[in-house]
């Protein structure tokens, strides 16, 4: 019996560590543990996997969610299938302890997009199949885990207007790429020549105008016909490697349209020079720290790439100060006198480049110079401040600028109407603090004739000059002329206002003394019930002894006397007992002493008498028995 038992039990430990669940194939035959659950209608992924599976089938079904504890703990899966299950989300870490897994098969699903997270943790993932999704985007890190091990990469049938190429370039063992049926505008340059080991790319049925040349020869397997590819000189390449057979076709230019690229002549194949329509600043001339622009136009086949050349002959770079925009165009957002001089603008494609220089005028802020009169005219230069005032030469009667109503942070500055100059533009009025380098400028409208500066220090000298910018001549560059300059002074600060103290300090100042006072007001409070009480106390006179109503009869009897004092002791007599009464008379046995209405009651605390003693002779003083606070007596309520 016992050696039947063994081999059940053995049988049976097997069958429970090897799980099958419902509606899935555990072949027995197989070498590794393996789960067939396709088209077994599963809406989710079974719980009872066995965890050391090493391949696990699950395509056709509906499967719309891989949570994060799916698949966990199963290190040993190495192929996994989920195609064609209506799968639209894929949880973070999904497939985080598949570190063994070689093979995954997410094709013909709905997932819309993919990120670093779904696929984390796939170190020795060799396939990834997604084809036939609705993938619109997919992130740089979502191919991070696997950059180094994965051989094939299928993206086909999907909605991507772009990929992440940098992350695709770092596939190194990289074999099999494909991308047909997407919506593909641009192969960045040299991104395919990045990939050593790529055997076969595919970019059929995409938008693709250009392709960059592929490495070769021996060089990978291009498929790329669907494509509005635009036939000039850069496919060259391309037509060469073309046979009969082949599907890239010309969608332009017009005499090439329609045509299939093989059957094209290398020589129809041509690329036109870039030609700059114009090139043009837009203002030509700025002041010192106004913005500039700077457009070029220029046209050839293949579209000329622009870029632009300083004045000192260096290609400009894209900074804080100065942009190239996508159309070829050049920003200056501040101009300085460095971009004084011609700017080159430089267009340039298969067929050659083309050149053209644009003139640019920066020209220097105005800030008088000379000996102190006020009317210099400022030549070019660094625009720095003068120290002496123009207006100090002259009387008071001649005084150009006025500094009137100064107070600790504000001043008014007044100047005379410049009719004698025509075409003002503006005035520009620029100052600067005796302790400070930097320069603040105001533009105001030729009509102005006095001006408010707010938010000056208190206590600090000014240097101050006004200027009129005018169109002189026939040019319509703006000259400036200097009205004159002034020196003045900010009142310092008001005495009373430094001494008040800082508003936390007179804060807790101000609870600090409310709170003694109250405290000090409660103790006088005390202090004076407790003086009161205690000459009350000493007024109060003694207590009188409250009369005691008897209960027997009810009437009211005056105060007893005090006591005499007590008198020798009586000899001892023979108790006088009554005779008893008649039942009929007063009731029955002692209920004739004491009336039916009789309550036991509590003593009063005052000694008093209520009965007369019953056990002394007639002859001896009648005197009252004594009753103590804690005896018991009875009363009549008669």
Known sequence: MAKLLVPLVMLGAVAGSHRCPPRCLCPAAAPNPTLLCARTGLLAVPPTLDRAAVELRLADNFIGAVGRADFANMSSLVHLTLSRNGLRRLAPGAFADLRALRALHLDGNRL???????????????????ANNQL?????????????????????HNNLPALPWEAVAGMASLATLTLD??????VPAGAVARLPRLARLDLTANRLRALPPVPGPPGPSLAAGGNPLHCNCELLWLRRLARPGRLESCASPPPLAGRLLWAVPEEELACRAPAIAGAAADPAAVLEGQPLRLGCAAAGDPPPALHWLGPDGRLVQNGSRRAVRPDGSLELRVATLRDHGAFTCVASNAAGEAAARVQVAVLPLPVPRGDGDGDAETGPGPSDMARAGGNESRAAGERRIVAAELTASSARIRWLPQRHVPGIRMFQIQYNSSLDDSLVYRLLPPSSRSFVLRDLAAGREYDLCVSALYAEGATALPTARALGCVRFATAGASPGCAALPRPHFLGGTVIIVIGAAIAASVLVFILILTARYKAAAARRPPAAVASVCSQTNGTHRPPEPEPPPPSPPLPAL??????????GAAGVGARGLFPSHSYPRRARTRRHGSLPRLDLPEAAPALRPSFGSTHWMLESTV
């Open 112 to 130: 819309p997009a993919l990120s670093g997270a779904q696929l984390r943790g796939l170190a020795s993932l060799r396939h990834l199949i997604l």
């Open 181 to 186: 049926h997407n919506l593909l505008e641009r």
């Open 574 to 583: 023979p108790p006088v007992l009554p005779p008893p009464a008649p039942m």
């Open 136 to 156: 619109a985007a997919i992130e740089p890190a979502a191919f991070a885990a696997f950059a180094a091990t994965v051989e094939d990469l299928d993206l086909s």
